[in-house]
């Protein structure tokens, strides 16, 4: 019976929330107990509970209310991670704040020479220069969670996001601590396109045992952007065992991705498993407050006092992309510098003004491509004359972007999806326009799929 309700109430809430959101917060609960007004839901995680209780409290009261449940208190509850998973990994109930264990044993690897291998990290991305707020906060305790205790906690920690969140800068930050902890830690970070090109080259060279070596062998194995595994069977292949030896033998694995694992096409399932069976964290665009705090942070490392109004200004005009945010910044306070002048909102607006011109070269063809891509449904079915509802959301958005971007006529662009009559696309591009304002699915979809045209 509390199952049923529960299940019911999870149904109702997946649709209000973006599906990241949805999985994040709401996946792995459970309805414990509701009685005398009493309900008590159960949680895998603090961070979970705590979120739940500052953002979803009364989204759940009401969705129980529909239930038919009373509900006067909700209380979470840890509960373990065995019971709502079926993997053995150690996510354990709470954060501890305990002094951080050392859990590489210098001894077992004596000929490891931590220099060799610090390259690849960049010491400029720390915890303290990070920038904590709503949208990241989460993944930002997660990592020093981590950080704390590698191999013990979260494993794998996946963070998932937009472009230029702080996706890097926090999967480093972890690296760089566990480092400065432990200088002889092997902590190796790598983006996921060098893995490749060093797999390729490896095949080549024959020396894909020494390859294989070199991280099986790692304490701590960064990886980011690991969507670019996609398709990439080989190397699929190989990442799996080198996840598994470093999994089974507690080192700590840390990846990032633009989307959960489940969604990354022609990702071989085993690995989806492995990828999402620690802690997968969904990283939102900074909210409006943060991205000013990042702006005066950045400001303030340039020895720049910035007014109140120019912060505000560059928050509001760039809204996603810290880094396009912290380009922008820097931008204006080189062009102020060498004129001696105050940095004010009118120069920044002259100024990005001149960036806002589009990409000359941005195609309908591309933005047809790159639409397709994101949704994993081939260019033939976007154009083609399917009508199933996910093909035809993806054609739709496609249609919104070619009108908002392009500002192509509504025959065209029927044209350039290969419909007939224009009024489906003038239909489409309203349907897309109003939903975008309440779905933030939608909305998240436009602006990655944007984010990756104008990258
Ligand atoms: P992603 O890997 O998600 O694409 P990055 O980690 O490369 O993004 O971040 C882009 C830039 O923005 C980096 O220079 C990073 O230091 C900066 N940045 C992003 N988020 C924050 C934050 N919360 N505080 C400080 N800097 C940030
Ligand atoms: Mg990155």
């Known amino acids: 019976m509390q199952d049923d309700v529960w299940r019911a109430a999870l149904g109702e809430i997946e649709v209000s929330l973006s599906r990241g959101n949805f999985v994040t917060w709401f996946k792995n609960t459970d309805l414990l107990k509701a009685e005398n007004g009493i309900v008590v839901i159960g949680v895998t995680n603090v961070f979970i509970k705590q979120h739940l209780e500052k953002k979803y409290s009364e989204l759940i009261v009401t969705t129980l209310q529909k239930q038919g449940i009373k509900v006067d208190k909700v209380e979470y509850k840890m509960m373990s991670a065995v019971s709502s998973r079926n993997d053995n990994n150690s996510l354990q109930p709470s954060i501890d704040t305990s002094e951080a264990t050392d859990s590489f044993s210098q001894s077992s690897r004596p000929n490891a020479n931590p220099n060799n291998f610090k ?49 890097t800068h926090l999967i480093q930050a972890v690296g760089n601590a566990i480092q400065t902890r432990n200088p002889d830690a092997k902590v190796l970070y790598i983006a996921t396109e060098q893995f490749v090109r060093e797999f390729v080259q490896a095949l080549r060279g024959r020396t894909a045992a020494t390859f294989a070596n070199n991280y099986r062998s790692a304490d701590v194995l960064i990886v980011d952007d690991v969507q670019f595994l996609a398709g990439k069977d080989k190397i699929q292949e190989e990442f ?54 990042i702006i005066q942070t950045k400001a303030e490392g340039h020895q720049t006092d910035l007014e109140q109004d120019v912060v505000e200004y560059l928050s509001s005009t760039i809204q996603t992309n810290v880094r396009e945010l912290e380009g922008a910044l ?5 062009w102020c510098d060498v004129r001696g002048l105050i940095p004010t909102v009118a120069i920044a607006t002259s100024l990005l003004q001149v960036n806002k011109s589009r990409p000359k070269h941005l195609s309908a063809k591309q933005i047809i491509e790159r639409t397709a891509r994101h949704f994993q449904i081939p260019i033939e079915d976007i154009v083609g004359p399917k009508r199933d509802k996910d093909i035809v959301v993806p054609r739709q958005v496609a249609m919104y972007i070619l009108h908002e971007e392009l500002r192509l006529s509504y025959p065209k662009i029927a044209r350039e999806l290969g419909r007939k009559d224009h009024t489906t696309a003038m239909h489409s591009v309203r349907k897309i326009a109003r939903e975008s304002q309440v779905d933030a699915s939608i909305r998240s979809a436009i602006t990655e799929i944007k984010e990756y045209l104008y990258a």
């Open 330 to 334: 820097n931008q204006l306070l080189a």
């Open 119 to 167: 390259q690849s990290l960049n010491e400029r991305y720390t915890f303290d220069n990070f920038v904590v707020g709503a949208s990241n906060e989460l993944a930002f305790a997660a990592c020093q969670a981590v950080a704390q205790h590698p191999g013990k906690k979260y494993n794998p920690l996946y963070l998932y996001g937009g472009v230029g969140i702080g996706k």
């Open 240 to 293: 799996f065992h080198t996840f598994n030896t470093l999994h089974q033998a507690d080192k700590q694995i840390i990846m990032s991705s633009d989307k959960p694992p489940r969604d990354i096409g022609m990702l071989e399932d085993r690995l989806k498993s492995r990828f999402a069976g620690g802690m997968s964290i969904d990283m939102q665009a900074p909210d409006f407050e943060t991205r000013c705090a």
